[in-house]
């Protein structure tokens, strides 16, 4: 299957977006070269998803939920905004979200550009996103055409990308990223983002962006995803964070890892 690199994508975008803060799924606002009409059609419909994540060395299980929200409308485009773009996902590839807040989703149009109608919209873990091999270059973007749940549409593919296996990473964090000693902070979010600051990259910086809100019971949790690594090969990194509650706070537990690929996967489902 056809792979390739994403590196360009994070070139084309960089100049609009931020270091460490997080715009919303598809702000960047392209130059739009055609009109298109849409007429609101049938209620929304939600589809979901679901996800199952365990915390490693833990009897604890978390289970979260995506949903999907696909809106009826019908669009009558003349000629699609852009140019055709050589570079992305081949057709039938599978793509998951990635870098999108947990109080926000990514929104698929009916064409490439924020001047299109929404047409379904994917919660941040979303990662059942069919690629159909089509990609337009617009003035500050890079839009790939999609099929969710039956919908085509187009999204940013500043947001999509190839999601690897998940592994445990928390030996590998404490000795390389805090000298062999336990992190603890007050809070798991001031604990997920200790972790991820050892992830990120400085040059280019890395988006920080957390897609499961923190939450603070008998086991603390957050994820994160540091998106933008200056890696063709791995684009980025999903942190699933847990903590330990303790009298001040919460001390690292385990890290889940799952790195998101640039190039597509392997046969072994690796970051090739």
Not at 102 to 118: E, F, Q
Not at 137 to 144: A, E, K, P, Q, V
Not at 150 to 171: E, S
Request: hydrophobic share 35%; charged share 15%; aromatic share 6%.
């Amino acid at each position: 299957m056809h792979r390739t690199s994403l590196l360009l994508v994070l070139a084309v975008t960089a100049t609009a977006c931020s270091a460490t803060t997080t715009s919303p799924p598809d702000t960047a606002a392209p130059v739009i070269e055609s009109t298109t009409t849409s007429t609101p059609g049938a209620p929304a419909t939600t589809l979901g998803t679901t996800t199952s994540t365990t915390p490693l060395a833990s009897t604890t299980t978390t289970t979260a939920t995506t949903t999907t929200t696909v809106m009826g409308a019908t669009s009558t485009t003349t000629t699609l905004a852009g140019e055709p773009f050589d570079i992305g996902p081949a057709e039938g590839d599978v793509l998951g979200v990635v870098g999108v807040a947990y109080d926000d989703v990514l929104n698929v149009r009916s064409g490439p550009g924020t001047n299109y109608a929404i047409v379904a919209t994917l919660d941040p873990l979303f990662d059942q996103i069919i690629a159909t091999g089509r990609h337009r270059l617009l003035t500050r973007s890079i839009w790939d055409e999609i099929v969710v749940e039956g919908v085509t549409g187009w999204a940013n593919t500043r947001y999509m990308t190839y999601l690897g296996p998940v592994d445990d990473a928390t030996a590998r964090y404490i000795a390389n990223g805090f000298g062999g000693t336990t992190p603890s902070a007050p809070t798991m979010l001031e604990l997920g983002m200790l972790v991820a600051d050892v992830a990120k990259s400085v040059d280019p910086p890395s988006r920080i962006t957390v897609t499961v809100a923190p939450s603070e019971g008998d086991l603390g949790e957050v994820t994160i995803d540091v998106v933008g690594l200056g890696d063709d090969s791995v684009f980025g990194i999903r942190l699933h964070i847990f903590g330990t509650p303790t009298s001040d706070g919460f001390a690292l537990k385990s890290i889940e890892e799952q790195e998101m690929c640039g190039r597509g996967m392997n046969y072994d489902g690796l970051c090739p």
